[in-house]
């Protein structure tokens, strides 16, 4: 079973703090995802990336940055941190097997900003 | 662009009945798919069932059917003989044949009364 792991279930950041959000899958997936979830407006892509150090900007990348020095690893940067980045940040990886592959998730971080 | 949505926030259905939860797109593609998500209580979404729009058979797994209909674009999620544990929130999904990325609806939450 693909497995995705996130470093922290739950977070709590002060306001201009540099935040590290870091998720890591273990079969072998080219694509990895980063998504914030907040309630009535679902789960909206913040970056991607389809390769080792290749990135791509989803639909809100405003505040966030992202790394990706091995496959496995993929990390969230929150440059400095604003009570607006108070979500749920969901990881994800995608074979590159074609459009029926599903993404795996992984259990999420709830980041508070004070 | 391509927008999922869900028009229903809250569904309730009582144990070992059905339930609908319903999806609508927009897409001017031809080649798609579409998914149905759930995301459990603190625990990590997981794919429920998945559609390609080629195929004009609904997709089934289990207790779980769909209703695709392609010109009206909709992508509506069955749940025969609900359990407790179908509590959850569901999202519906949106990937086009040519890209990695999954665009979602903003999820109904489902409870399963006793």
């Known amino acids: 079973d693909v497995k995705v792991t996130q470093s922290s279930r739950y977070l709590v950041k002060r306001t201009g703090e540099k935040v590290f959000l870091e998720c890591v899958q273990d079969?072998?997936?080219?694509?990895m995802f980063w998504y914030r979830q907040d309630p009535g407006l679902g789960l909206r892509l913040i970056y991607f990336?389809?390769?080792?150090?290749?990135?791509e900007k989803g639909d809100i990348p405003e505040g966030y940055s992202v790394s990706r020095e091995k496959k496995e690893r993929f990390s969230l940067i929150l440059e400095s941190a604003s009570t607006n980045q108070t979500s749920m940040y969901l990881c994800?990886?995608?074979?590159?097997?074609?459009?029926?592959?599903?993404?795996?998730f992984g259990p999420g971080t709830r980041l508070l900003v004070l | 662009a391509q927008t999922v949505t869900q028009s229903q926030p809250e569904m309730s259905v009582q144990e070992a009945e059905t339930v609908t939860l319903s999806c609508t797109y927009d897409?001017?593609?031809?080649?798609?798919?579409l998914f149905w998500y759930k995301q459990p209580p603190s625990r990590q979404m997981i794919l429920v069932i998945r559609?390609?729009?080629?195929?004009?058979q609904n997709a089934t797994e289990n207790r779980f059917s769909v209703n695709f209909q392609k010109a009206a674009k909709s992508f509506s999620l069955k749940i025969s003989d609900s359990q407790l544990g179908d509590a959850a929130m569901y999202f519906c999904?949106?990937?086009?044949?040519?890209?990695?990325?999954?665009?979602f609806g903003t999820g109904t939450l489902l409870a399963v009364q006793p």
């Open positions: 990336s389809y390769d080792v150090k290749m990135k």
């Open positions: 559609q390609e729009a080629y195929k004009q």
């Open positions: 994800a990886s995608l074979a590159s097997g074609g459009a029926w592959e599903t993404q795996y």
């Open positions: 079969m072998d997936h080219e694509n």
């Open positions: 999904a949106y990937r086009g044949g040519a890209t990695n990325k999954l665009i």
């Open positions: 897409t001017s593609e031809s080649d798609y798919y």
